[in-house]
């Protein structure tokens, strides 16, 4: 028998996929039932949703679970539940190493977790990772935020970059309809939601997999058809999306987000290295003179747009000058915030069985410069702040200072200032900057 109230915890790792995710497993729980505990020690249910994305995020997950793993030893009546990419990637393995488990659930099954947990409460021990078409989610997600949410608009990427596990544990591409993105969107803003973070690992190539083409011969739905489609939702007044592709970015989107003024200036778009041989070696399918030229495109129409991206240094192969190709393109095109990280090889990936691995020294050497290069770039590029006046939309208070609270300019900078969080959550407000660090902004309020 199942006592009651039964809680639950989630501990989350990865990326905003793998955030959503959880938000929905979250309201698929209490919807069975479950209360929220904050301390995993007090749950009687502990679902850990993992990342394999570099090797160090999968050990941390191992680290996790052997704890609870011996707890369960004495508490026989704890489920124990492993979700995301390590599920996926290892699905029955887990089983092994791990005998204690209850439930190995890839990602595509989130949304099925009710049946699967209860095929769990009739004493199964279940693995649920073969491809599926995922269902549409019709459970409320137990949302983290009152103010910004997370909505999906494809799941998975039929992209090969030569060191990504993604394709292997996300799948195939599948895009939700235009109508129940829309329909997800009026909800968050009949609850009071203001923004909204549309998101794919890929999400131009939003739409490929829906059904029609237009007389010329181009998909009906592409991104930027959702955008406008989206776009007018009441209650929403900022849209975001992550993230881009170089390999498909267009024009066309630029233009919308132009002219579309919920569809904050910031851009999301990797481009791994600099360096056009290395590029290919990764099969990114572009070149640094292209991605130079979408940079460019984006400044003519919003010179002041922000920008961010993520890079991998050390890949196989990645001699000195390469890498120098890779500090080129970030001193040149100044970006507000580059996630950096040294390339990990991971299992079922073409470049992990690559001879020419460079070691974790020059691996090591490369990440260090490249960090302190972004860092210098970051508050070169927050100077342009100063003084400015900016809208936030706050979000919560400050967590170092109850006294102030913390927003987002458009541009997706984190600023803080004085003044009641009670008043002024979901609030857009005009503010003055009045200091910058390379990552985040100070200011104060100021009448409109
Ligand atoms: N879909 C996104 C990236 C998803 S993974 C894109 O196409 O850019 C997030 C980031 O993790 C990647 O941008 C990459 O910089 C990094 N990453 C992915 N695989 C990696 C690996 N094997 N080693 C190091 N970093 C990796
Ligand atoms: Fe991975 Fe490439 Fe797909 Fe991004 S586009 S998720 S890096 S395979
Ligand atoms: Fe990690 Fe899976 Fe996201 S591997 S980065 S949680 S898609």
Known sequence: MIKNPRRYHITTFGCQMNKADSERMAGILEEMGFQYSEDPNNADLILFNTCTIRENAEQKVYSYLGRQAERKRRQPDLTLIVAGCVAQQEGEALLRRVPELDLIIGPQHANRLKDLLEQVFEGNQVVATEPIHIIEDITKPRRESKVTAWVNVIYGCNERCTYCVVPFVRGREQSRTPEAIRAEMEELGRQGYKEVTLLGQNI??????????????????????????????????????????????????????????????????????????????????????????????????????????????????????????????????????????????????????????????????????????????????????????????????????????????RGNRLTFFKGDINVLRGEIVAVKITEVRPFSLNAQMVER
């Open 204 to 409: 131009d190539a939003y739409g490929r997999d829906l059904p029609g083409v237009t007389p010329e011969g181009r998909h009906l739905h592409t991104f930027t058809d959702l955008l406008y489609f989206v776009h007018d939702v009441a209650g929403i007044e900022r849209i975001r999306f992550a993230t881009s592709h170089p390999r498909y970015f267009t024009e066309r989107l630029i233009r919308a987000c132009a002219e579309l003024p919920k569809v904050c200036e910031h851009f999301h778009i990797p481009f791994q290295s600099g360096d056009n041989d290395i590029l290919k070696a990764m099969g990114r399918g572009y070149t640094q003179e292209k991605y130079r030229r979408i940079i460019e495109k984006i400044r003519s129409y919003m010179p002041d747009a922000s920008l961010s991206t993520d890079v991998i240094v050390g890949f196989p192969g990645e001699t000195e000058e390469q890498f120098e190709n890779t500090l080129r393109l970030v001193e040149d095109i100044g970006f507000d915030l580059v996630n950096t990280a040294a390339y990990s090889p991971r299992p079922g990936t073409p470049a992990a069985l690559w001879e020419n691995q460079i070691s974790d020294e020059v691996k090591a050497d490369r990440l260090q410069r490249l960090n302190d290069l972004v860092k210098k770039k970051a508050a070169e590029r927050s100077q342009r702040y100063m003084g400015r006046i900016e809208e936030i939309l706050v979000e919560d208070c400050n967590p170092k200072d109850p006294t102030q609270v913390m927003g987002r300019t």
